[in-house]
């Protein structure tokens, strides 16, 4: 059985290396279902495969640069599904409905709709594990 190919992966938050490693697959939550050599991240799942097991993440918006040697990931937040706090996640998500439902900027309504579906990637990983 031929070695599977491995690439050097990093995920990175202003606050925290949350991943740096070798991994052999990287799914992201990319704005337009594909990626090419710099791809912008929506917020969503992130899924990893380093030592033959899957490792998951809830990401925020953000940038990916894909190498062929490696992969580098920067978003504004990473969080394993066993971090996440329930309450406050279903706190957030009811705070950017309500703010949906009101008159906003484009700027309010493009970041409330950023938190919502932050907020419901949150509860959608916590819910599995």
């Known amino acids: 059985m031929a070695e599977e190919r491995q690439f050097h992966l990093e995920i990175v938050t202003p606050d925290r290396q949350f991943f740096i490693g070798e991994a052999q697959e990287l799914t992201v939550p990319a ?3 594909s990626l090419g050599v710099l791809a912008a991240l929506e917020p969503g799942e992130l899924r990893s495969r ?8 809830v990401v925020s918006q953000g940038l990916a640069e894909i190498m062929p040697d490696r992969v580098m990931v920067l978003v504004f937040s990473a ?24 008159k906003l900027s484009m700027r309010d309504y493009y970041n409330s709709k950023a938190a919502l579906a932050r907020a419901l990637a949150r509860l959608k990983a916590a819910k599995r594990h």
Not at 50 to 57: D, T, V
Not at 82 to 102: H, Y
């Open 31 to 33: 704005i337009d279902g």
């Open 79 to 102: 969080e394993r599904p066993e971090e996440i706090d329930w309450a406050r996640a279903e706190a957030a998500k009811e705070r950017a409905e309500e703010r949906l439902r009101q």
């Open 50 to 57: 380093a030592g033959g097991e899957w490792h998951e993440a």
